[in-house]
């Protein structure tokens, strides 16, 4: 061990503790340890107690861990207090920025254990409101974690689609490119990327090597077998090459999953044909969207002539699950609708928080009442435009509603979501989340698995006893668009309709720029098939109404 290394472990002992509540003088002793070994040249490592104890600033205590240490690599105390540490908040002792008094307050105040809850907390605003805290402390989290998840090369769809479009924009005016695309899974839209792939049609792998060179956004750069590896913008990226007559073909290979070829006659295609509509006639199909080559059922529904008409941004008509500052939101009910009519929408719907929910300010009573007179008096000020009465209502351990049925009859719509108590087994979810949605009050099932994609997952459930459940009781399910949620799975969204329950496209909004999280739930909605016919908020206003009318009386 070196001095460093045994220094960072006295460090982390001194953290631990003060993070504990321990005592101060202990605490200090430890911190003081760290400093006077971190900077000592007298290497400490093959010493005895003895020897250790005349050096000047090591007492016999510390002597005696150092000791250890060389021995072990640890010692007895710190690895006590670590074993009485969640494994999620030793992960938060890396986050530059924040100390250990900081990280208490999120564990034993906001009552967040894992890093990934943490970085959604920060999106949810919610540190920020926290005391010691605030915006700038709160983005800073924000960047350091996501800067810890970008080391492990896997990445949200979201944060990943820019930075490709901008590569290909590179690439489209390198001069030894004809054409370009991007393909694989970003081109299907898959929530989770590892690598940036592109189709690139050259006549000269060494001039495109030789243009890529001059641009330092480039890194990491290697050519073998007709690809180019590296990374750009530190994501890694592959270059499939090939000659431009086999562009096309080449696109649809790889976009495609293994499975959705072997579903396919790819002997009878012509490889040199001029776009991927002439592939699929030339097997007898209608055109299949990119988004849904998955080797699923799209195939046999192409034969059938049964392929869904996508869902398009351009559909959605409002969004129904957004905050405000009456919860954890940034803006205003008022900045929000007039943001969402902004987009083109003819509707906004308010789902704050309910008062389990105290961490988020939660809405009493008394505030709901409030509310619902502010957002009477601001559609009475613009009858062009809808706001909707709705709350996000959390489900109790119990499996009941936040509320008295007297209140939630008061809201125009409910939004049923968990958000304490999540770890739980299957039969304990399952018993929970169908109690709710057995709830003559529950509208729509929020966030059905609570999962942070790369960061959390979601408790375990049974999507299909879920998704019958709704059907039953005529409860719509909510495809979060929060592009860390995407949450109803979109692998599950074709059993969803036909069983004939609608879906929802939610951005979770806690702020203006967190309604664009529609685009995401798009993307994803689109990927599991979902057609405007059946998405609850491609209804115009009137209709919506008139939904939320007959599910009170159903």
């Excluded at 989290?141 to 810890?148: C, G």
Aim: aromatic fraction near 8%.
């Amino acid at each position: 061990m070196t001095n460093s290394d045994i220094a960072d472990l006295f460090k982390l002992y001194a953290d631990l503790s003060e993070l504990h509540g321990a005592n101060p003088f202990k605490t200090k002793q430890f911190t003081n340890a760290f400093f006077r070994i971190d900077k000592m040249l007298t290497a400490l490592e093959n010493l005895t107690i003895p020897e250790l104890e005349k050096i000047e600033g090591i007492g016999k205590g510390i002597a005696a861990k150092i000791d250890e240490i060389n021995r072990t690599e640890s010692f007895a105390e710190l690895n006590e207090i670590i074993a009485n540490t969640p494994e999620g908040v030793l992960q938060m002792m890396k986050i530059k920025g924040i100390g250990p008094k900081k990280i208490a307050i999120i564990w034993k105040e906001l009552e967040i254990e894992e890093i990934g809850e943490l970085l959604y907390a920060c999106k949810e605003n919610r540190l920020a409101q926290a005391k010691g805290f605030g915006l700038k402390t709160q983005q800073n989290v924000i960047n350091q974690i996501e800067f810890m998840y970008a080391s492990a090369n896997k990445f949200h769809y979201s944060k990943v689609e820019n930075i490709a479009l901008q590569l290909g924009e590179i690439l489209k005016h390198f001069i030894s490119v004809k054409r370009v695309s991007i393909s694989g899974d970003l081109r299907r839209k898959i929530e989770i990327i590892d690598t940036i792939e592109f189709v690139v049609s050259t006549e000269s792998t060494n001039d495109l090597l030789n243009e890529i060179s001059k641009n330092n956004q480039f890194t990491e750069i290697e050519s073998l077998n007709e690809t180019i590896d590296g990374k750009f913008e530190h994501i890694p990226i592959k270059l499939l090459l090939c000659s431009d007559e086999k562009f096309i073909w080449n696109l649809f290979e790889n976009t495609a999953t293994k499975s959705h070829l072997e579903l396919l006659d790819l002997n009878r295609i012509n490889r040199n044909l001029k776009s991927e509509i002439e592939i699929y006639q030339s097997i007898d199909l209608p055109f299949i969207e990119p988004e849904l080559r998955e080797g699923l059922n799209e195939v046999e529904l192409a034969k059938n002539n049964k392929l869904p008409v996508l869902i398009e941004y351009a559909d959605l008509k409002g969004a129904l699950h957004n905050h405000s500052t009456w919860s954890d939101g940034l803006n205003t009910i008022a900045e929000m609708a007039k943001a969402c009519q902004k987009m083109g929408y003819s509707y906004f719907g308010i789902a704050d928080h309910s008062k389990a929910a105290f961490y988020a300010n939660g809405l009493s009573e008394e505030h709901i009442l409030l509310q619902h007179d502010e957002i009477d008096k601001l559609n009475i000020a613009n009858p062009n435009f809808t706001i909707f009465k709705g709350i996000e209502c959390d489900i109790l351990y119990n499996g009941q509603l936040d509320y008295s049925d007297d209140v939630l009859s008061s809201f125009d719509y409910v939004v049923a979501s968990v958000h304490s108590i999540l770890k739980m087994n299957e039969e304990k979810a399952m018993s929970r989340l169908i109690s709710a949605i057995e709830n003559p009050y529950t509208t729509i099932l929020g966030h059905p698995t609570g999962r942070l994609l790369l960061l959390r997952e979601g408790y375990p459930i049974n999507h299909f006893k879920i998704i019958d459940a709704c059907a039953a009781n005529k409860v719509a399910i909510e495809i979060n668009a929060n592009p860390y949620r995407l949450d109803l799975d979109w692998r599950y969204i074709d059993y969803a309709l036909n069983k004939g329950v609608k879906l929802c496209i939610n951005p979770d909004a806690h702020s203006i720029e967190g309604l664009k999280d529609m685009y995401y739930g798009t993307l994803i909605a689109r990927k599991g098939g979902l057609t405007k016919e059946n998405c609850l908020n491609a209804y115009s206003a009137t209709e919506l109404k008139n939904y939320f009318q007959t599910q009170k009386l159903f």
